[in-house]
C-alpha cells in the first residue's frame, strides 16, 4: 500500500511538502519515489530515492526539489520549493525493488495546484 498526502493549491513562489508512506518487505520499498503527470501530459519523474540515501532527480528540478525519507517509517517526503505553475501536476507517490517502475507500486496521486 503506498498513500500520498499533502498535496493543495499553493501561489507561485511557495512551498509544499508531500509525504508518502508505504508498508512491505523492504526489498519492496528499496527505490521510493515521487512522479507527476501534468494534463495531457505523459507521466515524469521527479526524483527517487534509495534506502541508502542515494537519490537521484530530473534535471530540470535539481535546486527547487528535494526528496528524503524515513526508513524507520516507510515514509518518503518531496519539498517542493519556488513553486511555478508548470509544476502543477497530480504527483505520484511510487515504491519498489528496482528503479523499473512497472516492478513497482503507485499511490492513487495528489493533486497540486499551482496559481500565478
Known amino acids: 500500500l503506498v498513500e500520498e498526502s499533502g498535496g493543495g493549491l499553493v501561489q507561485a513562489g511557495g512551498s509544499l511538502r508531500l509525504s508518502c508512506a508505504a508498508s512491505?518487505?523492504?526489498?519492496?520499498?528499496?527505490?521510493m519515489g515521487w512522479y507527476r503527470q501534468a494534463p495531457g501530459k505523459q507521466r515524469e519523474l521527479v526524483a527517487r530515492i534509495t534506502t541508502g540515501g542515494d537519490t537521484h532527480y530530473a534535471d530540470s528540478l535539481k535546486g527547487r526539489f528535494t526528496i528524503s525519507r524515513d526508513n524507520a517509517k516507510n515514509t518518503v517526503y518531496l519539498q517542493m520549493n519556488s513553486l511555478k505553475p508548470e509544476d502543477t501536476a497530480v504527483y505520484y507517490c511510487?515504491?519498489?525493488?528496482?528503479?523499473?517502475?512497472?516492478?513497482?507500486?503507485w499511490g492513487q496521486g495528489t493533486q497540486v495546484i499551482v496559481s500565478s
Open positions: 511510487w515504491a519498489g525493488p528496482s528503479y523499473i517502475t512497472m516492478l513497482g507500486s
Open positions: 512491505g518487505s523492504a526489498r519492496s520499498l528499496y527505490y
